[in-house]
Structures are given as structure tokens and as C-alpha cells.
């Protein structure tokens, strides 16, 4: 049975391995290996069906490739008949799928391919047809894209934006931004590198490079100049260096100066005249700032003004203030570098003086039209308002009628006709009123405007007449040393003198006794009688037209003593 197919088999797998080869020749070397690879797979499962031909008929009548196969394929081809029956159909797929693999080492291994899968196809007497279907539609399969060369390492560009966060006698901070191209390759981290200033022997502080974009510069050497600069590695090496424009101090500055002007001082401080001035200013910085201090722009006079300045705070101190004191104060904390400012205004204020001038206007009526000028002297600050007296002439007494008025001008009314008035202005400012007043040099007459009073005509009476007593005196009596009165009234027209008598002697002025009279009523005063003031004491008035009389007895008695203080 396996004798009489042999040459049916031998002219069935020619045609397949002419097919193959004619699909071969127009592919690159390096492309048929991996078509070849679905080849294998068909034919590898016929040996499993039948029995297995030699693999040295087929392959003796094919033409061989100018190199040889690669081991696998060569070991296939070699394999006995009886091998090759023993074989499954798993164990036969592998080793020809290795042919790939060394076919893409070498061009010629495509030819060596075909020759590799037609001992398969041999050995199956069955089924030449679909040997030969599979190997028609190997070379249809889609082919696989060709990898790209890979592209070449390349550094990022510079790092940017480099400066300085902050600084102080051992370190220094510094902070930058990430490089504008980075490239395919990514980035590796940055090395920070230093050199002293005017030389170029640039060394670098980080051992490895770091990913973040801020780094300490530590255990530097108080004042030294230091250059520093950072750069970017990655797979293809380093960066330009970004470098800082100038050298870098190392020198403390761990705080930048800052004034704290207190919050009463944010506004004008009015202070009076003579009053003690006493301002603290605080601020910060580190080191110890130096301060200095200007009055309206120029240097501070340290006669009137005592300054005194610690690590913290600055001291504004004025004995007695005075009005030329005033004026805007600045104070300047500097740090090396770095400064700051901050500004006050002192305001010495004073009692304003009094209105330049005040007149008198207009007069009508019951009213009175004033109008004043604003005081040559304000004390140092606004004017807050006026005050306005008036005064009858008669009696001269001042009375206010406009109190913290605003205007110039105003209009008194309610004034008493007939009488005359006086005016004077007086100014206010925030220390109070002015201390003297303007008075108007014109009179206010208030004329009785409109009335014309005529008086009735009467006949004058004769109301002459004599001295006469309505009330007589009436006898008295007093103990020594109690003080006692006497009283009696009189009439008369015209109004009658009264003497007093005492035993018809006239009292004169005489401190002991006191005499009044008044509306007609007369009283005379015994002070503290003694034992001689016992009598007959009279009152008698007189005029043009008579005299008038009247006379009492008054009697002293002696106290009355104990009997014990008789013995």
C-alpha cells in the first residue's frame, strides 16, 4: 500500500513548493519568515492522519538554498519515516515554528522554509489537495508593519526662572521652574552646582539629582560670594546651566524690616500746647534695622525732639510742646537691602484768638443784624464755631443768645424796645472758646417805632402835707445785754427828716445805736444796753410844712442771780 501513491504524492508537492517559490521572489530576504510560519502549521497535522513518507524524496528534487537552514529546519527535514510516524502532530508544529526565528538572522533562510514544509506535506498520502489549498493562501496573510529605528537621546533644555527664596549667614534658598522641553526621554532630576565668585570651579551639592524645583544651599560660609546655578539630567545627559545674573552674599536676613504704626497714629495726633509728647513706634527685623527719622522731609531737629531707638520699637518724646512742633513725621527701618516706611501727623493746638472784626449791621424792629470775620489766630486747627453776647446798656450784664454757630452772619431778635444794646463775638476751636471777645464798636438802639403815645392831661394835686405819726412808740423794757428796737412809722409830703433823741439829745452817729428808715417806717436799734441806756428815747420828723413828735420810755433791768452765786 505506501509503494503505489509515492509518485502521486511526489507531483502533488512539487506544485505546492514551485507555488511558494514563485510567491517568495518578489518579498524582501527579511519578510518571509514570519509567512512561512502558517505554512508549517497546515501540513504539520498530516503525519498525524497517515503514514509518514521520507522527508529525502521531496527534498532532494527542490532546489536548496544558497545558506544553510537554521537547525530546527535542518533536524526536521532529517527526521526518520518512523520518527516522524511516532510524532504527534503537536511535537512536529514547534519545531518548525522555530524556522522564523533564524529566518529573520538571514535572507536565504526564506528558501529554505518551503523546503522545510514540503517533507510534511510527503509524508501525507491522503490529502494532498488540502496541502495544496494551504499552501496557495500562506502568502495573503497581512503583512507585519516595519518597527520604527529608534529616535536619539537628547538633553532637555535649560531649567528657568532661577532666583533666591530666602537666605541667612550658613544657607541659601533657591527655587526655579521645570525646563520649556523636556523630550522623550523624561527628566531625571536637577543638580545644583556652586562656585565662588570669580572663579569657575563649579562644584555640585547634591549627590544625586532631585526631582523638586527648591533646594537648600546648607553649611556655606558667612560672607562669602557664591555663583550658583542648576541644571537638568536626563538619558541624554545634561542641560544648559540656568544660572542666577549676580554672586549671591551669604549673610543673614531673616526678616525684612516692617513698621507697625499703632492704629491712633494712623490718623492726625492733636496734642495741646505744653502737653508731654510720648509715642512708641514698634517694628520688626533681623538683624537690628536701623532707624532714622525726617520731620516734612528733612532730618529731624533733636533739640525739640528726643528720639530714642531699641531692637523693637522707636520712642517720639517732647518735653512741652509747641505749636511749631507740628508737621508730618516719618520713620525709616533699614535692613542691608530692604527698608520700610510708615508716617504720622503731629498737631499742636491752642486757644483760637477772637473774630477780626464784628458790626453791626441793621436794626428794625425788635431785631439786630450782625455780621463778624473769621480770627487771624485759629490756634492751629479749624475754626468750630462762634459764640454771641449781648448786653443792656443799663445794667451791663452779658447773657449768650447764639452758642457753636457756624456762620458769619446772624440776626438777634427779641430785643426789649426802648433799650440799648451792646454785642461781642467770642471764637471756638477744638481746645474751646477764645479767650477774649471783638465787640461791635456801635451801639443797637431798639426805638419805639411806630407808636406815638400822648399822655392824658391831668391837674396836678397839691399833696403837701405835714409830718404826721401812724404808729407812736411804745414803751419798752430790756434786760442789760440783750438788744431790743424800737419802731414807729410817719407820713408826710414832702418826705420828712427823722432824728432819734435819747432824754432830748440827738443820737448821732454813735456805733451803739443803729437807724433806719424806710417807706415811712422808722426803727432804732439798742445794741447790747447797758445800765446807764435806761430813758426816754423820741423820733421827730420834719419838713417844709411841720414837725412831728413822738417819744417811749425804755427801761434796763439787771439779770436775775442765783442765791448760790450771791454767797
Same mark, same amino acid.
Given at each position: 500500500?505506501?509503494?503505489?501513491?509515492?509518485?502521486?504524492?511526489?507531483?502533488?508537492?512539487?506544485?505546492?513548493?514551485?507555488?511558494?517559490?514563485?510567491?517568495?521572489?518578489?518579498?524582501?530576504?527579511?519578510?518571509?519568515?514570519?509567512?512561512?510560519?502558517?505554512?508549517?502549521?497546515?501540513?504539520?497535522?498530516?503525519?498525524?492522519?497517515?503514514?509518514?513518507?521520507?522527508?529525502?524524496?521531496?527534498?532532494?528534487?527542490?532546489?536548496?538554498?544558497?545558506?544553510?537552514?537554521?537547525?530546527?529546519?535542518?533536524? $526536521?527535514? *532529517? @527526521? =526518520? #519515516? /518512523?520518527? %516522524?510516524?511516532?510524532? +504527534? &502532530?503537536? !511535537?512536529?508544529?514547534? $519545531?518548525? *515554528? @522555530? =524556522? #522564523? /526565528?533564524? %529566518?529573520?538572522?538571514? +535572507? &536565504?533562510? !526564506?528558501?529554505?522554509?518551503?523546503?522545510? @514544509?514540503?517533507? /510534511?506535506? %510527503?509524508?501525507?498520502?491522503? &490529502?494532498? !489537495?488540502?496541502?495544496?489549498?494551504?499552501? @496557495?493562501?500562506?502568502?495573503?496573510?497581512?503583512?507585519?508593519?516595519?518597527?520604527?529605528?529608534?529616535?536619539?537621546?537628547?538633553?532637555?533644555?535649560?531649567?528657568?526662572?532661577?532666583?533666591?527664596?530666602?537666605?541667612?549667614?550658613?544657607?541659601?534658598?533657591?527655587?526655579?521652574?521645570?525646563?520649556?522641553?523636556?523630550?522623550?526621554?523624561?527628566?531625571?532630576?536637577?543638580?545644583?552646582?556652586?562656585?565662588?565668585?570669580?572663579?569657575?570651579?563649579?562644584?555640585?551639592?547634591?549627590?544625586?539629582?532631585?526631582?523638586?524645583?527648591?533646594?537648600?544651599?546648607?553649611?556655606?560660609?558667612?560672607?562669602?560670594?557664591?555663583?550658583?546655578?542648576?541644571?537638568?539630567?536626563?538619558?541624554?545627559?545634561?542641560?544648559?546651566?540656568?544660572?542666577?545674573?549676580?554672586?549671591?552674599?551669604?549673610?543673614?536676613?531673616?526678616?525684612?524690616?516692617?513698621?507697625?504704626?499703632?492704629?491712633?497714629?494712623?490718623?492726625?495726633?492733636?496734642?495741646?500746647?505744653?502737653?508731654?509728647?510720648?509715642?512708641?513706634?514698634?517694628?520688626?527685623?533681623?538683624?537690628?534695622?536701623?532707624?532714622?527719622?525726617?520731620?516734612?522731609?528733612?532730618?529731624?531737629?533733636?533739640?525739640?525732639?528726643?528720639?530714642?531707638?531699641?531692637?523693637?520699637?522707636?520712642?517720639?518724646?517732647?518735653?512741652?510742646?509747641?505749636?511749631?512742633?507740628?508737621?508730618?513725621?516719618?520713620?525709616?527701618?533699614?535692613?542691608?537691602?530692604?527698608?520700610?516706611?510708615?508716617?504720622?501727623?503731629?498737631?499742636?493746638?491752642?486757644?483760637?484768638?477772637?473774630?477780626?472784626?464784628?458790626?453791626?449791621?441793621?436794626?428794625?424792629?425788635?431785631?439786630?443784624?450782625?455780621?463778624?470775620?473769621?480770627?487771624?489766630?485759629?490756634?492751629?486747627?479749624?475754626?468750630?464755631?462762634?459764640?454771641?453776647?449781648?448786653?443792656?446798656?443799663?445794667?451791663?450784664?452779658?447773657?449768650?443768645?447764639?452758642?457753636?454757630?457756624?456762620?458769619?452772619?446772624?440776626?438777634?431778635?427779641?430785643?426789649?424796645?426802648?433799650?440799648?444794646?451792646?454785642?461781642?463775638?467770642?471764637?471756638?476751636?477744638?481746645?474751646?472758646?477764645?479767650?477774649?471777645?471783638?465787640?461791635?464798636?456801635?451801639?443797637?438802639?431798639?426805638?419805639?417805632?411806630?407808636?406815638?403815645?400822648?399822655?392824658?392831661?391831668?391837674?396836678?394835686?397839691?399833696?403837701?402835707?405835714?409830718?404826721?405819726?401812724?404808729?407812736?412808740?411804745?414803751?419798752?423794757?430790756?434786760?442789760?445785754?440783750?438788744?431790743?428796737?424800737?419802731?414807729?412809722?410817719?407820713?408826710?409830703?414832702?418826705?420828712?427828716?427823722?432824728?432819734?433823741?435819747?432824754?432830748?439829745?440827738?443820737?448821732?452817729?454813735?456805733?451803739?445805736?443803729?437807724?433806719?428808715?424806710?417807706?415811712?417806717?422808722?426803727?432804732?436799734?439798742?445794741?447790747?444796753?447797758?445800765?446807764?441806756?435806761?430813758?426816754?428815747?423820741?423820733?421827730?420828723?420834719?419838713?417844709?410844712?411841720?414837725?412831728?413828735?413822738?417819744?417811749?420810755?425804755?427801761?434796763?433791768?439787771?439779770?436775775?442771780?442765783?442765791?448760790?452765786?450771791?454767797?
Amino acid at each position: 500500500m505506501p509503494s503505489k501513491p509515492a509518485p502521486i504524492k511526489k507531483a502533488a508537492n512539487k506544485e505546492p513548493a514551485k507555488k511558494e517559490e514563485k510567491a517568495a521572489e518578489p518579498e524582501p530576504a527579511p519578510e518571509p519568515a514570519p509567512e512561512a510560519a502558517p505554512a508549517e502549521a497546515a501540513p504539520a497535522e498530516a503525519p498525524a492522519e497517515g503514514e509518514a513518507a521520507p522527508a529525502e524524496a521531496p527534498a532532494a528534487e527542490e532546489p536548496k538554498p544558497p545558506t544553510p537552514p537554521p537547525a530546527d529546519a535542518a533536524s $526536521a527535514a *532529517e @527526521e =526518520t #519515516p /518512523a520518527a %516522524a510516524d511516532e510524532a +504527534p &502532530a503537536d !511535537a512536529a508544529a514547534p $519545531a518548525v *515554528e @522555530e =524556522t #522564523p /526565528a533564524a %529566518a529573520a538572522e538571514a +535572507p &536565504a533562510d !526564506a528558501a529554505a522554509a518551503p523546503a522545510t @514544509e514540503e517533507a /510534511a506535506p %510527503a509524508a501525507d498520502g491522503e &490529502a494532498p !489537495a488540502a496541502d495544496a489549498e494551504a499552501a @496557495e493562501a500562506a502568502p495573503e496573510e497581512p503583512k507585519a508593519p516595519t518597527p520604527p529605528p529608534p529616535p536619539p537621546k537628547e538633553p532637555t533644555s535649560a531649567p528657568v526662572d532661577l532666583f533666591i527664596e530666602d537666605k541667612n549667614d550658613t544657607s541659601v534658598t533657591i527655587i526655579w521652574s521645570q525646563p520649556e522641553t523636556i523630550g522623550h526621554t523624561g527628566l531625571d532630576g536637577y543638580t545644583i552646582e556652586i562656585a565662588k565668585d570669580g572663579t569657575e570651579d563649579w562644584k555640585a551639592v547634591n549627590e544625586e539629582p532631585q526631582k523638586s524645583c527648591r533646594y537648600v544651599i546648607k553649611n556655606l560660609t558667612t560672607g562669602d560670594r557664591l555663583k550658583i546655578r542648576v541644571v537638568a539630567v536626563n538619558a541624554g545627559g545634561r542641560s544648559a546651566p540656568c544660572a542666577l545674573p549676580e554672586a549671591v552674599l551669604v549673610k543673614e536676613v531673616a526678616d525684612r524690616p516692617k513698621v507697625r504704626m499703632p492704629r491712633f497714629l494712623r490718623q492726625r495726633y492733636v496734642a495741646n500746647v505744653g502737653a508731654k509728647i510720648n509715642l512708641t513706634i514698634p517694628f520688626t527685623g533681623k538683624p537690628k534695622p536701623v532707624v532714622s527719622w525726617t520731620k516734612d522731609g528733612q532730618p529731624l531737629d533733636t533739640k525739640r525732639v528726643n528720639i530714642r531707638s531699641t531692637d523693637r520699637d522707636s520712642i517720639v518724646f517732647i518735653r512741652a510742646a509747641e505749636r511749631d512742633d507740628s508737621g508730618v513725621f516719618e520713620i525709616c527701618v533699614k535692613v542691608d537691602d530692604f527698608e520700610d516706611k510708615a508716617q504720622f501727623i503731629l498737631q499742636i493746638v491752642e486757644l483760637p484768638g477772637p473774630p477780626a472784626s464784628l458790626k453791626i449791621v441793621d436794626t428794625w424792629g425788635f431785631n439786630v443784624a450782625l455780621e463778624w470775620t473769621p480770627p487771624k489766630d485759629n490756634g492751629n486747627t479749624e475754626i468750630t464755631g462762634y459764640t454771641i453776647q449781648k448786653a443792656d446798656k443799663k445794667t451791663g450784664d452779658w447773657f449768650t443768645v447764639l452758642e457753636h454757630y457756624h456762620r458769619l452772619n446772624a440776626t438777634i431778635s427779641d430785643l426789649i424796645m426802648g433799650n440799648t444794646y451792646n454785642f461781642r463775638a467770642f471764637s471756638e476751636n477744638k481746645c474751646g472758646i477764645s479767650e477774649s471777645a471783638i465787640m461791635a464798636k456801635q451801639e443797637a438802639k431798639i426805638l419805639k417805632t411806630g407808636i406815638d403815645y400822648k399822655p392824658p392831661e391831668y391837674k396836678e394835686r397839691d399833696s403837701s402835707e405835714a409830718p404826721k405819726f401812724t404808729t407812736s412808740l411804745n414803751d419798752r423794757a430790756t434786760t442789760v445785754g440783750y438788744s431790743t428796737k424800737l419802731l414807729c412809722s410817719v407820713r408826710g409830703s414832702p418826705k420828712p427828716k427823722v432824728q432819734w433823741m435819747k432824754n432830748q439829745m440827738i443820737i448821732g452817729d454813735d456805733p451803739k445805736y443803729r437807724q433806719i428808715c424806710v417807706q415811712g417806717i422808722c426803727s432804732l436799734e439798742i445794741r447790747k444796753p447797758g445800765n446807764f441806756d435806761g430813758g426816754v428815747y423820741s423820733c421827730k420828723a420834719k419838713n417844709d410844712h411841720g414837725e412831728a413828735t413822738v417819744s417811749c420810755k425804755l427801761e434796763v433791768k439787771q439779770a436775775a442771780v442765783a442765791d448760790a452765786d450771791k454767797k
